[in-house]
């Protein structure tokens, strides 16, 4: 069972809609991470909290939005997307920077179709 | 500029046999490299990793290659099982920066029975 929970799994919207994709782990990891993953490609990263703190946005629309509550959640705020944007949505935590360890530990993921 | 490049694309291996991935990095200052493995329908999970300070490490059927100054590193899976079949992904980064890891394009490895 992985240890990053991700909700919801299935997700569909309308351009016009506004939802959000929750995330959250109880591994006391410092450093929270956001990737967008399209079929067959490898997991692209959007945004990267460390501390609580916004600290990479890897030039992603703002469309999307993140919010770290603390340091258990992540949620990643959806408004006004577009049919491309439909992917696989991963939360991944990693124990933080400074730490000797470079494993990210991802969720199951929320599977997103924007009609 | 792609800095780890992954081969091949797809692998079709019998039960039985050895299933070997190759990635080949640019980035000198990366010190961690992970093997990831997937599902379809789950996230990624950590299958094994190795740093450059050793050449190979092995757990259980999975074994990492590593070659500094190639700057490549390989993935052998031997006794190939059908519940082996997923896509691997490799990835460099540095250690104490997992979030700017660079992941390879990925390999869909299909183990026939």
């Known amino acids: 069972d992985t240890e990053v929970t991700q909700t919801p799994k299935h997700l569909v919207m309308g351009m016009t809609n506004k939802k959000s994709l929750k995330c959250e782990q109880h591994?006391?990891?410092?450093?929270m991470y956001w990737y967008k993953q399209k079929a067959k490609k490898p997991p692209e990263l959007m945004f990267v909290?460390?501390?609580?703190?916004?600290?990479i946005n890897e030039s992603v629309p703002s469309r999307f939005s993140p919010e770290c509550p603390n340091s258990s959640l992540l949620n990643l705020h959806l408004h006004a997307l577009q049919p491309e944007d439909s992917a696989l949505y991963l939360c991944?935590?990693?124990?933080?920077?400074?730490?000797?360890?470079?494993?990210?530990?991802f969720g199951e993921g929320s599977r997103l179709t924007v009609l | 500029q792609q800095q780890v490049k992954q081969s091949p694309q797809s692998l079709i291996v019998q039960k039985g046999g050895i299933s070997i991935i190759n990635c080949a990095y640019e980035?000198?200052?990366?010190?961690?490299f992970p093997w990831y493995q997937q599902f379809p329908g789950k996230g990624p999970a950590l299958l094994i990793a190795?740093?450059?300070?050793?050449s190979e490490k092995k757990e259980g059927r999975f074994t990492i290659s590593f070659n500094k100054s190639a700057k490549q590193f390989s993935l052998h899976i031997m006794d190939s099982q059908p519940g082996d079949s997923a896509t691997y992904f490799c990835?460099?980064?540095?250690?104490?920066?997992?979030?700017?890891?660079?992941f390879g394009d990925g390999t869909t490895l299909t183990v026939k029975p």
């Open positions: 991944a935590s990693s124990p933080g920077p400074g730490t000797n360890t470079g494993e990210l530990f």
């Open positions: 591994m006391g990891h410092r450093a």
């Open positions: 909290y460390s501390y609580e703190k916004l600290s």
């Open positions: 980035n000198t200052a990366f010190d961690y």
């Open positions: 190795i740093r450059p300070d050793v």
């Open positions: 990835a460099a980064s540095r250690d104490t920066n997992a979030g700017k890891s660079t």
